[in-house]
């Protein structure tokens, strides 16, 4: 028997869902993005305390690179995760969640370091915050709403992480963390066009 | 004793399903070394002394061939129904036209703000 209904689409209604659910949210990360890039080709000059400063004074791009690693390797984690669920092998998908959840972790701190050494400023850079600059309005908006998304992510599959080891835990979950997969897959995808168009646009 | 048979509400895997993820880990490992070659690719552009029109092209298709690689492997639409892969194309199209749209209304150096004479800070070396 199968672990899902059957539907008209032949499509679980909820991986249906997700998916109608990424492409809105493929609308909204490109209004965000698009608004950053606007922003920063009318208003070329970065000034903070009466100063035109470099952005890739702001920036620390082996920082950003790292974490842009890190986020890759969480989606494949994230891949064999969902693959050893459809192998039925909770013990595998468990630990490959758990990878998942610590290199999220890492990307989230690592953000969280790098906004912090951006509001405080360092000895070539002033601070940038979310109201000083223009600049510093649409980064934040940009990446701090794609921060919150992998700190849903993150709470979203830690839940399953702790889910898996209840009794309840079924055949029946197998999609629910597939659906779960999809959505992280999404925030690395969103982070994909994230770190050329917005960091390494800066440096060329 | 793997776990598959021990776990209660779970009957062990179809010998196709089984197959079929077997085939699908290794691609994953291929799928994650491609992208970290682009991403290195990427990086390796910011040196590179061409015209930055160039440059911008390259950054724009190797993030396209990743996000390709993600949607098509990673999120399994390769072996997904044609629907969703529609779907999602929808979502995007519309999501590029509204950055082409937007693009297009505020082109360069239209309303370059005022920065009342500030200094410009020099960029710092190495970076």
Known sequence: MSATAPTNTGIPNKKLAMWAFLASDCMFFGTLISTHLIYRRVNPDVVIDGSVVPVTNIFDIELTSASTFILLMSSLTMALAVSAMHKHNIKAARNFLLGTILFGSLFIGAQVYEFNHFVHGTDIAPSLTLTNTIFGSTFYVLTGTHGVHVLLGLIWLTTWYFFSFSKKFGEEHVMDVEITGLYWHFVDIVWVLIFPLVYILEYI | ?127
């Open chain 2, 1 to 127: 004793m793997s776990e598959t048979t021990v776990k209660s509400g779970f009957s062990p895997a179809s010998k196709e399903m089984l197959d079929g993820e077997s085939k699908r880990y290794f691609t994953f490992f291929n799928v994650i070394l491609t992208l970290i070659v682009l991403t290195f690719l990427e990086l390796i552009l910011i040196v590179l002394p061409f015209h930055h029109i160039v440059l911008l092209t390259g950054l724009i298709v190797l993030s396209l061939i990743k996000f390709v690689l993600v949607i098509w492997y990673f999120m399994h639409l390769k072996w997904d129904q044609i629907f969703l892969t529609a779907l999602f194309i929808l979502g995007l199209v519309i999501a590029t036209g509204t950055v082409a749209a937007l693009l297009l209304l505020f082109p360069a150096g239209e309303s370059v703000m005022d920065n009342g004479g500030a200094p410009a800070v020099e960029a710092s070396a190495g970076q």
